[in-house]
């Protein structure tokens, strides 16, 4: 869990800062982690075991999913985000995955961080609240325009 899907599975020490574990019908998590933990560079990187179940297996799917929004971990990156893409992935939800399906999940796109495109987004908002202060234009060279700016926010607001 503690490792990091956008950087080659590479460990993620550090310190949890906050966790919230979910819970609800069908969901189970099996955990040895708590707010305030140490995660060591030398650790076992399964700090938790989600599990979920259903009457089929499109209901445990389903519940996994819920339960994957609700987990939230900070401090340190975790697995979640990848599990949450396989979770969306055709080839999974129509059963269609074999031994090779990580290896070939790993090659398409839409590997990006999305801690790099929610920093670039707040960094493009900043920016433009400072334009807008300054009166600096939105034509200068090598500058978007506003209004592509703040389209880009809110498709980011709509997200969370």
């Known amino acids: 869990m503690a490792e990091d ?14 966790l919230h574990t979910p819970a609800g019908l069908g ?24 599990i979920t179940w259903g009457k089929t297996r499109e209901e445990a799917i389903l519940r996994m999913r819920r339960a994957l929004s609700e987990y939230q ?3 340190i990156k975790t697995t979640i985000p990848f599990f949450q893409r396989i979770l969306l992935h055709p080839r999974f939800l129509a059963g269609a995955y074999n031994t090779h399906f990580i290896a070939e999940l790993e090659k398409e796109p839409g590997q990006e961080d999305p801690a ?3 920093a670039a987004l707040i960094a493009a ?9 300054t009166g600096a234009s939105p034509h200068s060279k090598g500058e978007e325009k506003n209004w592509r700016i703040q389209g880009r926010l809110e498709n980011f607001a709509k997200r969370l």
């Open 125 to 133: 908002g900043i920016k433009s609240g400072r334009d807008a202060q």
């Open 73 to 75: 971990v900070y401090g």
């Open 116 to 118: 790099e495109e929610i």
């Open 27 to 50: 969901v189970r998590d099996d955990s040895g982690i708590y707010e305030g933990y140490e995660v060591p560079l030398d650790y076992d990187p399964l700090l938790s075991k989600l």
């Open 5 to 18: 899907p956008f950087n080659d599975f590479m460990p993620s020490p550090g310190k949890i800062v906050y």
